[in-house]
C-alpha cells in the first residue's frame, strides 16, 4: 500500500504561481514513478506531468510545457509541481499518483497508475 497526500492547492489569479505537494507514504518511494492529473468540472481527467523514479526523466503535456515543472525528494518522499504563469484553463482538482517503476518512465496513461490522491483544487480567476 503506498498512501498519498497533496497539499497546496488555492485561488490565485492569472499571472500568478502556485507550488503543489504530494506527501507519500507505505512502501518504497524510490520504486515508483509519479505523476500529476488534473479534471475540470465537466471534463476528462487529463495528463498534466510525470517524473521517473530517480528524476532524470520527465515528461509534460504540452499545454503546461515551459510554465509547470516537476520534480521529487526522494529522502523526503516528496513530489512536487511549481505551478507558474497560471491560465484560468488550469483550473482544476489536481491529483497525484503513483505508478510502479517497472511499468515505465515519466508514464502519461492514467490507466497504468495504481495509487491516487484525494486531489487538491487550484483556481485560478482571470
Known amino acids: 500500500q503506498v498512501q498519498l497526500v497533496e497539499s497546496g492547492g488555492g485561488l490565485v489569479q492569472a499571472g500568478g504561481s502556485l507550488r503543489l505537494s504530494c506527501a507519500a507514504s507505505?512502501?518504497?518511494?524510490?520504486?515508483?514513478?509519479m505523476g500529476w492529473f488534473r479534471q475540470a468540472p465537466g471534463k476528462e481527467r487529463e495528463f498534466v506531468a510525470a517524473?521517473?523514479?530517480?528524476?532524470?526523466?520527465?515528461s509534460y503535456a504540452d499545454s503546461v510545457k515551459g510554465r509547470f515543472t516537476i520534480s521529487r525528494d526522494n529522502a523526503k518522499n516528496t513530489v512536487l509541481l511549481q505551478m507558474n504563469i497560471l491560465k484560468p484553463e488550469d483550473t482544476a482538482v489536481y491529483y497525484c499518483?503513483?505508478?510502479?517503476?517497472?511499468?515505465?518512465?515519466?508514464?502519461?496513461?492514467?490507466?497504468?497508475?495504481?495509487?491516487w490522491g484525494q486531489g487538491t483544487q487550484v483556481t485560478v480567476s482571470p
Open positions: 517524473i521517473s523514479r530517480f528524476g532524470n526523466i520527465k
Open positions: 499518483a503513483a505508478v510502479r517503476a517497472e511499468l515505465g518512465d515519466a508514464v502519461r496513461d492514467s490507466s497504468r497508475y495504481y495509487y
Open positions: 507505505g512502501r518504497t518511494f524510490s520504486d515508483y514513478g
